[in-house]
Every structure is written in C-alpha cells, then in structure tokens.
C-alpha cells in the first residue's frame, strides 16, 4: 500500500475510532464521513488532480462543520451532562480536525509529485 493511502486510511482510522468508541459520540452531530481517496500525482490526470482538490475542500468543509457542531453542543448541553462526555465529544472534534489537517497534507504531497512531472 503507497504512504498515500495509508495516510488517508490513517485519516479516516482517526475519525472511525474515535466516534466509534466515544461515549455519547455525536448526539446531536452527524457524524463525518470517511475521508475521500486521493490521487496518485505520479500518475494522475489534471481532471484527476481537480478532482482530489474538490474533493479535500468538501471533506475539510464537513470536518470544519462538525467541529462547531460539537462546540455548540458542549456549549448548550444539560447541566447534568458529565465533563468526561464532554471531553469526548471535544475529542471527536479535534480527530476530525486532525483527519482534515493529514488529508491536505496527502494532497500537498501528491500534488507536488503531480507538478514534478509536468
């Protein structure tokens, strides 16, 4: 498997695990999806690199809504609400960030091959 991939497996990896596993894990947040392929630049088409780029900005647009999702929703939860839930629900909200933060970075490194070979 090319480091591309695992860095987007890893991406997702992130996320998966810890919505999963969190207690309470987006209540009220939909919960993102998995973290889009991104083209190989060795041998990518420029449709395929415009593809990839799209793609990353709506990922990390969704990953950017569901982390103010979860801000409100520790924000606006009940009194009685367990600081170890809300902890989690931050958690989830910075392995979304995180996942967004590696995806770009696996677009950059793909991109960067893509513009070698032009």
Known sequence: ??????????????????????PAAGAAC??????PAMPQGATASDEDMKEGHDALQKYVNILQTYEACVAQQIKN?????????????QANADAAIDAAHQ?????????????ARQ
């Open 77 to 89: 939860a009940p009194p009685d609400t367990k600081p170890e839930v809300k902890l989690q629900w």
């Open 30 to 35: 939909a919960d993102p999806p998995r973290a």
């Open 1 to 22: 498997m090319s480091n591309v991939l695992r860095g987007t497996a890893a991406a997702g990896a992130v996320i998966l695990f810890a919505f999963a596993f969190g």
């Open 103 to 115: 995806i770009a970075d696996v677009y950059s490194i793909q991109l960067r091959a893509y513009k």
